[in-house]
Structures are given as structure tokens and as C-alpha cells.
């Protein structure tokens, strides 16, 4: 099998978690990827901005020849791949897989629908529906269309070519939980470390994060919350924080750095919106979190529920009131101890080799991988 693209799995961790899943069931992986080199949020106000275009085009024509060269030598030394994967954010790439790849069985792990990201983000109109078709095409080009919810798999044009595969964490977050000693290198003693890290889009709520710190604060909760991360919400969530003690911005972190710094805190935030889109995913943040070994509070929404609700701490959506009283609650050794037990059960669901199974299956009804 091929995993193939312009991805950059440090950056975008869904193609590692797939990959090493694969792996781990015994399936060989070879990989063909030229990184295209830009972020989620580049990428988005590329596609929002069209006279911003022609920098992606140059990118992408520069990264498919490689990646023409790269498969006709592959190609030559091993023959055609029963089966080729290509990786998040791969629109435009799986277009070029269905042209180099025609009777191998193609897979994309559709994570993002552009239209609905483009309209999450307060797009309207032309653009929105420019991206549409462009999800639309993506998802013919297509054999088997990874998904990362139910409610994202039904809303593909064939929901029954969809399989639903939980995004997962890689190892490196259970590897950083091992050799940290959760809250000791972030809060002093008797105060609560929180992390929240991400791009401030508006489906994570960190306006809503930001009420519920300041009025935790206010109502005498000890915290130390670090927040990472820029982006269109950001300035909002500082306006509101202005003033709050024990609250610590970082504009970034480095990839290889961030499972480190999550796994020193005792509670990762996850998304808090009531947006469409907030309610039908279940964020990278809320697996890692996990995997590093921290109690992670997140929305009370369906996919949420579905997948972690016995193991993280589910408020209500768009609810400063009830996320600050959660927080509050966390402060005491106790709670926070049982709700890191739940948490801790929870971890072998989300391994690689685990959330992978249901793809190993759609590829062995149609591959002898």
C-alpha cells in the first residue's frame, strides 16, 4: 500500500496515526510525499482568497512532479499498489492518485469538507459553494472516503462508501505522558494546570474558554492556564482575560514540543462552540489530551459522547457558566484524581492499531493487502 501526498504529518498528525495503525496490522506502507508546506489555516485562506491562488498552484505543480518521478520509479521496482491512501487535506491530490493510480482501490481521509470549513469560518456564497464542488470532486475521485465521524460520514453524496475512523494520537503522546509528571512544571502547589492549544477558529470557542477561566478565577478557583496557539479568535479571548492572574500566551509550539508541554498539565481544554461544525467532531486536541495523560474537558455533543464520553469531562456547548463550574470542581484532589482514573481507561481506545480497525476491514473487503 502507498500513502501518498503533500502532506506533513508533524504538522497535520491524522496521516501518522493512520499510517502507523496500518502498520501495526501487518500492512506494508510505503511512502510517496512531497509536503506541500503550509499550514490548515494557509491553506483555508488560500482557497478564501483567490488571488492567493497562484502561490498554491506553484506549490502543488512543484510537489506533483516529484511525487510523478517518485511513483514511476516505485512503480517500476515493486508494480501497482492494491491500495493507496492519500492524506488529510488531500483534495487536489486525490485527483492526481486517480490519474496514477487508475485500478488501484483509493482512499481519502476526508477530515475536512472545505465548504463547510470555509463556511465555519464565516465564508459565504460563491466561495462556499466553489469549495463544495470541490469536496464533491475529491469524494469521487475516490474508492473508500475516510471519515472521522459518523455525522461527517453521512454527509457525503455515498454515505456508504464512507468509513468512519476515529483521528486517534500518535504514540509520541503516550511517550511524553510516560516521562511527565502531570502539573508539576506548570502550576504551583494547590493550583489546577489547564492547556488549551489550537487556532482559534470559531468551532474550539475560545471565547467560551476565556469567560469560563476569568469567572473560575473570579469565584476563587487556583489556576494556571496556558494557551497556545493564533488565529481568528484570539484577539477576543485576550480582551476577555485582560486582567485574569495565572494565564500564560504562546503564540507557538513547535510540533516535536507539544506532546511535552500538554503532558505537564493536569487538564487539556477541548472545543466549547455550538457551531454546525463544532458539534459533529471530535478534535485532535480531545485524543492527544488524552494520550498525554490529562483530564480532558470538552462539549457534550454527539460524535464527543460517542467516542470519549465515558472517559473526559462533557460540559454543554457554548456554556462559560458550566465549563468555569467544571473547573472549579477539578480543583479538588479528589475529583480531579477520579477524573483522571476515567480518563486513563480510555487510552487504548485511541491508539493507532485501535481506531484503524474498522479501515483494515473496508480494505480487505476490496484488497488482499
Given at each position: 500500500?502507498?500513502a501518498?501526498?503533500?502532506y ?6 491524522r496521516i501518522?496515526?493512520?499510517?502507523a ?31 492567493r ?37 488531500g483534495?487536489?491530490?486525490?485527483i ?21 470549513t470555509a ?9 462556499v ?19 472521522d465521524?459518523?455525522?461527517?460520514r453521512r454527509m457525503l ?15 509520541a ?13 506548570t502550576a504551583g ?12 477558529t ?9 469567560e469560563?477561566v476569568r469567572?473560575a ?5 487556583a489556576?494556571?492556564v496556558?494557551?497556545v496557539?493564533t ?6 479571548a ?22 511535552a ?16 461544525k463544532?458539534?459533529?467532531v ?9 494520550a ?7 462539549s457534550?455533543t ?7 464520553g465515558e472517559?473526559a ?5 457554548a ?16 475529583t480531579?484524581a ?8 480510555g487510552?487504548d481506545r485511541?491508539?493507532?492499531?485501535t481506531v484503524?480497525e474498522p ?6 473487503a476490496?484488497?488482499?493487502?
Amino acid at each position: 500500500m502507498i500513502a501518498f501526498g503533500t502532506y506533513d504529518a508533524a504538522r497535520h498528525p491524522r496521516i501518522a496515526v493512520l499510517v502507523a495503525g496500518l502498520r501495526a496490522h501487518g500492512t506494508k506502507v510505503t511512502e510517496l510525499n512531497r509536503p506541500l508546506g503550509l499550514s490548515t489555516a494557509e491553506r483555508v485562506r488560500m482557497l478564501q482568497q483567490p488571488w492567493r491562488l497562484p502561490v498554491l498552484a506553484g506549490r502543488l505543480v512543484r510537489c506533483w512532479a516529484g511525487l510523478v518521478t517518485d511513483a514511476v520509479r516505485l512503480r517500476r521496482a515493486e508494480g501497482r499498489p492494491p491500495a493507496v491512501l492519500v492524506g488529510y487535506l488531500g483534495h487536489f491530490d486525490v485527483i492526481l492518485a486517480r490519474l496514477l493510480y487508475p485500478r488501484s482501490v483509493v482512499v481519502l481521509d476526508h477530515l475536512v469538507f472545505a465548504g463547510d470549513t470555509a463556511a465555519d469560518r464565516g465564508a459565504a456564497g460563491l466561495r462556499v459553494r466553489l469549495l463544495t464542488g470541490l469536496d464533491r470532486l475529491a469524494i469521487a475521485c475516490a474508492d473508500v472516503v475516510v471519515t472521522d465521524t459518523e455525522e461527517h460520514r453521512r454527509m457525503l453524496p455515498d454515505p456508504g462508501k464512507g468509513v468512519v475512523v476515529p483521528v486517534g494520537a500518535p504514540d509520541a503522546w503516550r511517550t511524553a505522558a510516560a516521562s511527565a509528571a502531570p502539573g508539576e512544571a506548570t502550576a504551583g502547589a494547590g493550583r489546577l494546570s489547564v492547556v488549551f492549544f489550537g487556532l482559534y477558529t470559531p468551532l474550539q470557542g475560545a471565547p467560551v474558554i476565556a469567560e469560563a477561566v476569568r469567572d473560575a478565577v473570579a469565584a476563587g478557583a487556583a489556576l494556571d492556564v496556558t494557551m497556545v496557539g493564533t488565529g481568528q479568535d484570539l484577539p477576543r479571548a485576550r480582551e476577555i482575560l485582560a486582567g485574569t492572574p495565572g494565564v500564560t500566551w504562546r503564540d507557538w509550539v513547535e510540533p516535536d514540543e507539544l506532546p511535552a508541554l500538554v503532558a505537564r498539565h493536569q487538564v487539556c481544554l477541548g472545543i466549547f462552540s455550538d457551531t454546525p461544525k463544532g458539534v459533529r467532531v471530535v478534535p485532535n486536541k480531545v485524543y492527544q489530551g488524552l494520550a498525554a495523560g490529562c483530564v480532558v474537558v470538552t462539549s457534550d455533543t454527539p460524535p464527543q459522547r460517542r467516542v470519549v464520553g465515558e472517559h473526559a469531562e462533557l460540559v454543554p456547548p457554548a456554556e462559560p457558566g458550566s465549563l468555569a463550574a467544571r473547573l472549579v470542581a477539578l480543583c479538588d484532589p479528589a475529583t480531579l484524581a477520579a477524573a483522571r482514573e476515567r480518563a486513563a481507561r480510555g487510552r487504548d481506545r485511541i491508539r493507532p492499531q485501535t481506531v484503524t480497525e474498522p479501515l483494515i476491514a473496508a480494505l480487505a473487503a476490496r484488497t488482499a493487502l
